[in-house]
C-alpha cells in the first residue's frame, strides 16, 4: 500500500529559528493536504496542494509541492511558540476522499 | 456549534467489554471517516461512509470492529470484545466530498479509549 514518510520526526527550534518538515510518498499524488495537531488536539487542515510545482504561502508557513508529485515541503520562518505541534502530510489512496497521512514531524519551539 | 462533536471524549473499558463511540459530522457533509491514532503515531484510516453507504472498511483490525452509518449522517463505532491494544484516540472526520474541489476534512475532537 501506499507509504508516506515524513522526516525529521522530531524538530527542537529556539523562537525564531526557521523549520522546515518534508513529506515523501512511494507512490504520485494527485494532492498533498497538510495538517497540524496542537498537543492533545486533533488534527486541522492547514492547506492542500495540487498542481505540480506549486507553492503557497500562509503568513509564515510555505508549502510546496513537487515537480514528480512525490514530496512535498513545509517551511516555517521564524518560529513561534504558537507554531508547536505536530505536522502531518496526507495524500489521497484511491478513487476517492481516504488519505494515507505521514509519520508526522513534532516540533518544539523553545522561548 | 458547527464543527464534528464526538462521545463519549473518554471511555474506559474492561478487557472484553463492548463499547459504541459516536460522531456526528458537520451538517451536510457526505464524506465521513473513522481513524485510529496511537499515542506519538499519525491518524491510521480506519473506515470511509459516504453518505450511508460504508465504501471501504479495509482499515479495521479484526471483525470484532464494526461501523455504521444508517440515515447518512450521524455514525457510530462499535468494538466488541474490547482489547488492550484498542486503547488509542478514535478519530471521526467529515468532508463536503466536492469533486474537483478542496478536500479539506474537519476533525472531530476524539475519543481516548482505554482498555484495561
Known amino acids: 500500500g501506499q507509504q508516506v514518510m515524513q522526516i525529521p520526526q522530531y524538530q527542537h527550534v529556539q523562537e525564531g529559528e526557521d523549520f522546515t518538515t518534508y513529506c515523501n510518498s512511494s507512490t504520485t499524488l494527485s494532492n498533498i493536504q497538510w495538517y497540524k495537531q496542537r498537543p492533545g488536539g486533533h488534527p486541522v487542515f492547514l492547506i492542500q496542494l495540487v498542481k505540480s510545482g506549486e507553492v503557497k504561502k500562509q503568513k509564515r508557513l510555505t508549502f510546496q509541492f513537487g515537480e514528480a508529485k512525490k514530496n512535498s515541503s513545509l517551511h516555517i520562518t521564524a518560529t513561534q511558540t504558537t507554531d508547536v505541534g505536530t505536522y502531518f502530510c496526507?495524500?489521497?489512496?484511491?478513487?476517492?476522499?481516504?488519505?494515507?497521512f505521514g509519520t508526522g514531524t513534532k516540533l518544539q519551539v523553545i522561548p | 456549534g458547527a464543527g464534528v462533536s464526538q462521545s463519549p471524549r473518554y471511555k474506559v473499558a474492561k478487557r472484553g467489554q463492548d463499547v459504541a463511540l459516536r460522531c456526528d459530522p458537520i451538517s451536510g457533509h457526505v464524506s465521513l471517516f473513522w481513524y485510529q491514532q496511537a499515542l506519538g503515531q499519525g491518524p491510521e484510516f480506519l473506515t470511509y461512509f459516504q453518505n450511508e453507504a460504508q465504501l471501504d472498511k479495509s482499515g479495521l483490525p479484526s471483525d470484532r470492529f464494526f461501523a455504521e452509518r444508517p440515515e447518512g449522517s450521524v455514525s457510530t463505532l462499535k468494538i466488541q470484545r474490547t482489547q488492550q491494544e484498542d486503547s488509542a484516540v478514535y478519530l471521526c472526520a467529515s468532508s463536503l466530498a466536492v469533486v474537483g474541489g478542496y478536500n479539506e476534512q474537519f476533525f472531530g475532537p476524539g475519543t481516548r479509549l482505554t482498555v484495561l
Open positions: 496526507a495524500g489521497p489512496e484511491g478513487g476517492y476522499q481516504k488519505v494515507t
